[in-house]
């Protein structure tokens, strides 16, 4: 072999190992592709579920977040088994929070909304509640896009009659686009979700929350977190939130 094609042999073992070290990197959560500017982006927050553990709330305020989405419950009948302790202890901590339900393609939304009330204080305070919306393997493939939007009209409407304040809807791009680009929704508050750059969900639609990392390191909490952010200034947050 010739010294060109040597170099060559090199130069592309050198490129496999950086890009090999960089996946796993990623995936190990040590380095983040997103990564909002503080100055732009001044409101942090976390969601947080039973897999993250007993978390120590106040160590997470010390390290300047300000508010917290609570897993609370799925589907009809599941409740998360640390909800009663992180949505205490955050607000002891001096979060803001909301308690979010995982929505269930599978369930109907009268069994859903009876499962969360359930559950989530009526006086909540502080952030609405929140409907988790992803695609669901096992259900979602035989929803069509109006019977999915009629579902969870009736659940979001209850939410508002009950709580009377409108959800959060969290959710990624694709799936705002398809589901959620109605009227139906205009009042409630998004809550988008994109790990590699800044959503854009189009048409100069805004978006209140951000989740930008699923692997987050935070104080206080065991193992990876999502991290979030408000799109908006601190003043913005606390005249929006000001319980």
Not at 56 to 82: L, M, P
Not at 98 to 108: D, E, I, L, Q, V
Not at 114 to 133: H, T
Not at 138 to 152: E, M, P, T, Y
């Amino acid at each position: 072999m010739n010294v060109f094609y040597r170099w060559l042999l090199f130069i592309a073992i050198g490129l496999i190992v950086v890009v090999v070290a960089g996946y796993f990197l990623v995936v190990s959560g040590v380095l983040g592709l997103n990564n909002p500017n503080v100055s732009m982006y001044p409101v942090r927050g976390v969601d947080v579920s039973h897999h993250q553990g007993v978390i120590n709330w106040e160590e997470v305020s010390e390290s300047g977040y300000a508010f917290a989405f609570i897993k609370a419950t799925e589907g009809g009948d599941h409740r998360d088994n640390n909800f009663v302790y992180n949505w205490k202890e955050a607000q002891k901590a001096g979060l803001k929070v909301s308690a979010y339900h995982y929505y269930s393609f599978c369930k109907t939304p009268t069994e859903q909304f009876l499962n969360f009330s359930n559950v989530v204080p009526k006086s909540i305070g502080g952030i609405p509640p929140a409907i988790d919306l992803e695609y669901d393997k096992n259900c979602n493939s035989a929803v069509d896009v109006g019977g999915f939007r009629k579902s969870l009209l009736v659940f979001v409407t209850k939410i508002k009659d009950f709580y009377n304040v409108s959800p959060v809807l969290y959710c990624n791009e694709d799936f705002y686009l398809k589901y959620l680009a109605a009227s139906d929704f205009d009042d409630c508050l998004i809550w988008v979700r994109n790990t590699y750059k800044r959503p854009d969900i189009g048409d100069g639609v805004l978006y209140e929350f951000w989740q930008y990392s699923s692997k987050g390191s935070v104080e206080g909490v065991k193992g990876f977190v999502d991290l979030n952010v408000f799109n908006g200034t601190k003043d913005q947050f606390n005249q929006m939130f000001p319980n």
